[in-house]
């Protein structure tokens, strides 16, 4: 931040701007200073102090048969115990084969999704980004739509249209294809459905962002100098669009990796994933210490290789301006 | 170009938007349902409206959320809009990198662990300080802003960095205090980032049911949370009816802000004519 500037020969109007300096130097000090302090304060209160109050929690032992509230004294008191348990939390997740098949299977269904994701939606960015502008204006609102309006109950609707006595199902009998419903809901192709349809808006949005502000001009060059369509999408379009690829790609995986809501009420009993296995561990078996420790796994396996990428990624971006 | 490429584009992108729509749509129209069958249509009837009305539950739970998210929208869009500032003003203090990072932490952070990790963190300040007492709408609140603000910081932040630092260069070079710069200057020309802030906070706090139902309390159920137990049991007519009411609101208030938005856009390239 610049002062005023101090132009003036007389040495009264030296000393004014001078104090006027200060005083404006001061301020912006303490004014920069309240700016930064609450919402830093609230994040280290409300976000970076609990991951440590997790972090603690999972290396404790559960009491047994006691209320949720309760054995957070024991664990208070006992520091020894706390770390001799450690082991006990964290060798449970490794040992039981079930923890590590939720993990993969997260992470196999959100990279599986993202892919369906990136070829329903490319087409449809791509389609909206060489629209004319006033339909652009529709189409693009009519992706933004489904997002303000409840994700829980986009995500219901397919229970409706799924189910045994459902829409789909009632279709296939009525046209003579199947006899029998097929079991849709409750199943892995559920849930994948559910997520690509919950995520395929924040897959277009920034492909769109990028496909139209591509040149065009680029592409009539490369017609005129006899280059198939084809194979000036692949060429052209396709690499120059790849930011909007990684982007969309990043906040479809991101948060189907964690996701709850969807494998609980379209998947299966099979149809594990880590962030239902959390869930149950701490509503169900009430095991405090057991899900903390599977939400530790998940910040050091998922969420702290995703940060480091974004930053580089900055980085990289920051690099380019300059 | 060829007369087949854009048909096989017009088809795809047809597809697209069938996929979205569909859904919806079929749960508006089986909201009109008289049957509690998902499979007969029973006639035309607006019988679950009437019982949504009548649902003492639901309605408490929405009066919960909306209280909720008004309140969790407007502390999100001050502490959001500070962070927003410190990350592209002040490019250089010590442990910025810890603040970025904590900024921009809830956006990759699993709903369920920023869950358990408040509920954690509640629970051990009351054993500490005896604050909060028992959970409900102030723990709800106060997780909310925390997850929310991260989402306003980016919004208010991507607005902040297009800003033409000449002009609080020049209001500062006439002997306007950072305050008054930041009143006069930046606010009104952020100011349609911090109602879409404030839209979005407000949303997000209407849509979460996984942190709500960490941190909430006996006798503070929110809306989402009433919808999802009726929904576990299966299709509920009165969950369509409420649906369809979702949205036909947020659809009319999404096509006025899209129409308004529309008309500043050609006013603004008809005076660049």
């Keep these: 931040m610049s002062g005023p500037e101090v132009t003036a020969t007389g040495s009264t109007r030296l000393r004014r701007g001078i104090d006027r300096g200060v005083k404006s130097l001061t301020q912006g000090r303490l004014g920069r200073a309240l700016v930064i302090a609450l919402p830093y304060a609230w994040l280290l209160l409300f976000l970076l102090v609990p991951v440590f109050i997790v972090i603690k929690i999972s290396l404790a032992e559960m009491a047994l048969a006691s209320p949720p509230y309760s054995p957070m004294l024991q664990w208070l008191e006992g520091r020894t115990l706390a770390l001799r348990v450690h082991l006990g939390n964290y060798a449970f997740l490794w040992q039981d084969p079930l923890y590590l098949a939720a993990y993969l299977n997260s992470l196999k269904v959100a990279a599986v999704s993202t892919i369906i994701c990136l070829l329903i939606g490319y087409p449809m960015a791509y389609g909206i980004a060489r ?25 219901y609707a397919w229970i409706g249209l799924l189910q045994n006595n459902g829409l789909f199902n009632n279709l296939l009998m009525g046209l003579g294809l199947i006899d029998q419903p ?7 192709f559920a849930v994948y459905l559910g997520i690509v349809y919950s995520y395929l808006p924040f897959m277009v949005l920034p492909l769109y962002a990028t496909l139209v502000r591509q040149d065009l001009t680029l592409l009539e060059a490369a017609a005129d100098l006899g ?10 379009t396709l690499p120059l669009s790849l930011p909007g690829v990684i982007a969309g790609s990043l906040l479809v995986f991101i948060p189907a990796v964690g996701e709850f809501v969807i494998p609980d009420l379209l998947g299966g009993p099979d149809s594990l994933m880590i962030g239902k296995i959390l869930w149950n561990e701490f509503f169900s078996n009430r095991d405090w210490p057991v899900a903390s420790a599977v939400a530790v796994a998940m910040l050091v396996v998922i ?10 990624g900055e980085r990289q971006t920051a690099g380019e301006s300059r | 170009m060829s007369g087949r490429r854009p048909f096989l584009l017009f088809t795809a992108v047809a597809f697209g938007y069938a996929f979205l ?5 079929t749960l508006m129209v089986y909201s009109f349902n008289d049957s509690r069958l ?15 009305f009548r649902n003492e539950q639901i309605l408490s739970a929405l009066w919960l959320s909306v209280r909720i998210a008004a309140m969790n929208a407007t502390f999100a869009v001050v502490l959001g809009t500070l962070a927003a500032l410190t990350l592209v003003r002040f490019t250089q203090f010590r442990t910025r990198m810890l603040f970025a990072g904590m900024v921009t932490a809830p956006l990759v952070m699993p709903e369920v662990i920023l869950g358990l990790s408040a509920l954690l963190m509640f629970v051990s300040l009351e054993q500490l ?21 991260a989402y306003v910081a980016v919004v208010v932040q991507s607005r902040l960095s297009q800003l033409d630092g000449s002009l609080e260069e020049a209001a500062m070079d006439l002997g306007a205090r950072p305050w008054k710069v930041f009143l006069v200057i930046i606010l009104p020309i952020i100011s349609p980032a911090l109602i879409a802030g404030w839209l979005l906070g407000f ?10 139902s960490f941190v909430s309390g006996p006798g503070s159920t929110t809306l989402p949370m009433v919808v999802y137990s009726s929904v576990r049991l299966g299709v509920s007519p009165q969950v369509n009816a409420l649906a369809t009411l979702i949205v036909v609101v947020v659809s009319t208030g999404v096509i006025i802000a899209g129409w308004l938005l529309h008309r500043q856009q050609r006013r603004h390239t008809g005076k660049a004519r």
């Design chain 1, 131 to 155: 629209a004319s502008p006033s339909w652009r204006i529709v189409l693009l609102m009519m992706i933004i739509l489904p997002f303000w309006t409840s994700f829980l109950i986009r995500v």
């Design chain 1, 182 to 188: 097929l079991p849709l809901l409750h199943s892995n």
């Design chain 1, 227 to 236: 280059c198939p369509p084809w194979k000036s999408f692949l060429t052209i």
């Design chain 1, 303 to 312: 969420v702290i290789p995703l940060l480091l990428l974004q930053r580089i």
């Design chain 2, 21 to 25: 729509y569909l859904p919806i749509i």
């Design chain 2, 38 to 52: 998902v499979t007969v249509w029973g006639g035309f009837s607006t019988r679950w409206y009437v019982e949504l």
């Design chain 2, 129 to 149: 300080i005896g604050w909060p007492e028992g959970r409900g709408m102030t723990t709800i609140t106060i997780a909310h802003i925390t997850f929310t603000t």
């Design chain 2, 203 to 212: 949303t997000l706090s209407m849509d979460d049911l996984v942190i709500a």
